[in-house]
C-alpha cells in the first residue's frame, strides 16, 4: 500500500536527521523540497535545505527526534512524538507533518504541541502522558 510506503519513506528519513547523515537526507529530499519550522519560517530547495541542516547539525549535535504516533494520510504524513537535545528550547514534545512524493520527502514541517496544532492535523484526541 502507498501509505505503508510513505510512512516507511518518513521514518527512514528521520533516521537520517537522528544520524545527522547528510548523504542520506540530500538523497530523500525532491528538488523543490521545502523545510517549515515552528514559525512558519521557510526553506526551499534541496540545496538550501542541506546548508540549513548542516547549520542545525553544527548547532545541535545530540538534537533527536523521536516519534511516537504516525499517521498516513495518502501523501500527508502525521507525526506525534518528542525531541531530545541538550539546548531545552528544542528538548520536548513535537508534532510534525511530511509529505511524500515519489519515494522521496517533498515538505518537513515541524509544529509546536499545541490543541489547535493537533487539531490542524487530525490529532485532536491525542493526549499526552
Same mark, same amino acid.
Given at each position: 500500500? *502507498?501509505? @505503508? /510506503?510513505? !510512512?516507511?519513506? =518518513? #521514518?527512514?528519513?528521520? &533516521?537520517? +536527521?537522528?544520524?545527522?547523515? +547528510?548523504? &542520506?537526507? #540530500?538523497?530523500?529530499? !525532491? %528538488?523543490?523540497? +521545502?523545510?517549515?519550522? #515552528?514559525?512558519?519560517? *521557510?526553506?526551499?530547495? /534541496?540545496?538550501?535545505?542541506?546548508?540549513?541542516?548542516? $547549520?542545525?547539525?553544527?548547532?545541535?549535535?545530540?538534537? *533527536?527526534?523521536?516519534?511516537?504516533?504516525?499517521?498516513?494520510?495518502?501523501?500527508? +504524513?502525521?507525526?506525534? $512524538?518528542? !525531541?531530545?537535545?541538550?539546548?531545552?528550547?528544542? @528538548? $520536548?514534545?513535537?508534532?510534525?507533518?511530511?509529505? =511524500?512524493?515519489?519515494? *522521496? =520527502?517533498?515538505?518537513?514541517?515541524?509544529?509546536? @504541541? !499545541?490543541? #489547535?496544532?493537533?487539531?490542524?492535523?487530525?490529532?485532536?484526541?491525542? %493526549?499526552? @502522558?
Amino acid at each position: 500500500m *502507498q501509505m @505503508d /510506503r510513505n !510512512t516507511t519513506v =518518513v #521514518s527512514r528519513f528521520n &533516521g537520517f +536527521i537522528n544520524a545527522r547523515d +547528510i548523504e &542520506g537526507l #540530500s538523497a530523500m529530499m !525532491t %528538488d523543490d523540497h +521545502i523545510f517549515i519550522d #515552528s514559525a512558519n519560517r *521557510q526553506v526551499v530547495g /534541496r540545496v538550501d535545505c542541506i546548508r540549513a541542516w548542516k $547549520g542545525f547539525f553544527a548547532a545541535f549535535p545530540d538534537y *533527536q527526534n523521536h516519534f511516537e504516533h504516525v499517521s498516513a494520510h495518502v501523501e500527508l +504524513i502525521v507525526i506525534m $512524538g518528542r !525531541t531530545s537535545c541538550s539546548d531545552a528550547r528544542l @528538548d $520536548g514534545a513535537a508534532l510534525w507533518s511530511a509529505r =511524500v512524493r515519489d519515494e *522521496q =520527502v517533498s515538505e518537513w514541517r515541524v509544529f509546536e @504541541d !499545541t490543541v #489547535s496544532n493537533r487539531k490542524l492535523l487530525g490529532l485532536a484526541g491525542s %493526549d499526552r @502522558d
